[in-house]
């Protein structure tokens, strides 16, 4: 059950960084040249970005992970108003409250 609790959190990350990132690839759809088009791939990758760093960060401070994680649904929810669509909210915003609480469940495991 720790291996679950320490692993689950990570393994959901890696998994919701890779389900973001597949939103970049709309930026080829666009009818420009093909460097616009890149610079449009990478500047859509931005969050899958900050979501790498927030990821590393956690793998040791899982209570960073928790609070950040927690705080990142509730403003994914907020500004990009995922609170007006369920499937939306279920796909964007609950993924990332769960993560936070594994994170957290996780740390206080560990600290007992």
Do not use: C
């Not at 389900?19 to 009818?31: K, N, V």
């Amino acid at each position: 059950m720790k291996k679950f609790l320490a692993w689950s959190p990570r393994i959901l990350t890696i998994t919701f960084i890779i389900f973001i990132s597949l939103f970049a690839l709309d930026a080829f759809t666009e009818p420009n040249n093909f460097w616009l088009n890149l610079a449009g791939f990478f500047i859509h990758l931005i969050p899958s970005l900050i979501l790498i760093i927030i990821l590393l960060i956690s793998w040791r401070q899982k209570l960073f992970g928790g609070i950040t994680f927690i705080i990142l649904s509730i403003i994914f929810s907020i500004f990009f108003h995922t609170y007006e669509d369920l499937i939306v909210f279920a796909i964007l915003t609950v993924p990332m409250l769960i993560i936070g609480i594994l994170y957290l469940i996780d740390h206080y495991k560990n600290k007992k």
